[in-house]
């Protein structure tokens, strides 16, 4: 495991990987940004990362997380970054797609944004307010995921199992967005 002081490097792998994945799936998308196909391989792609990230914990090519630990400086783990960067690059392609959407109030990465947001809204009690039932919907959610994840990487199956769980969550997305049918458009 990367000793405490190089855990700023696992930061920073995740910033910049999760900024090269906003910008590979932002231009991945204009070539046709709302075609269902596009959007069932965008998912595909971010559950394959995911994948891949399990695989290198589950195989123990990086160690499983155990919290903080002071190692020896000449065996600095850097192996560790690799998931690190797999999982923060597929993390911009899904806020990527919410952005694309048209659904900005599910950011889908940061509690802190949804929470201000929803705690905002003027029409927060308002009987019909679909942005509300979102960002409601989007909390309930991530806090359901972050608790089985949780549960999952702590119990004997480990932190593989959380990330195989979600990677197939991403490919069921995949397979919903490629099966979805699609709007018959009116001529005019």
């Given at each position: ?10 930061s ?26 596009t ?25 499983s ?91 004997s ?32």
């Amino acid at each position: 495991a990367l000793p405490i002081s190089y855990i700023w490097l696992k930061s920073l792998t995740a910033i910049i990987f999760f900024l090269v994945g906003c910008f590979f799936f932002a231009q991945s998308r204009r070539i046709h940004p709302h075609r269902r196909f596009t959007l069932a391989g965008s998912f595909l792609v971010q559950a394959i990362l995911i994948f891949i990230a399990a695989a290198l914990v589950q195989r123990h090519v990086v160690p499983s997380p155990a919290g903080y630990q002071e190692l020896n400086h000449a065996k600095v783990g850097f192996i560790e970054l690799l998931p690190i960067g797999f999982l923060a690059f597929q993390s911009g392609g899904q806020i990527v797609t919410s952005r694309t959407l048209g659904i900005n109030e599910v950011p889908t990465t940061v509690l802190t944004s949804l929470f201000c947001d929803l705690m905002s809204d003027p029409h927060m009690l308002a009987r019909d307010n679909v942005k509300r039932n979102r960002r409601v919907a989007s909390a309930v959610t991530l806090l359901l995921g972050g608790i089985i994840g949780g549960w999952l990487s702590r119990s004997s199956v480990g932190m593989s199992a959380a990330l195989w769980l979600a990677g197939a969550v991403k490919v069921a997305i995949a397979v919903g967005w490629a099966l979805w049918k699609a709007k018959e458009e009116v001529p005019v």
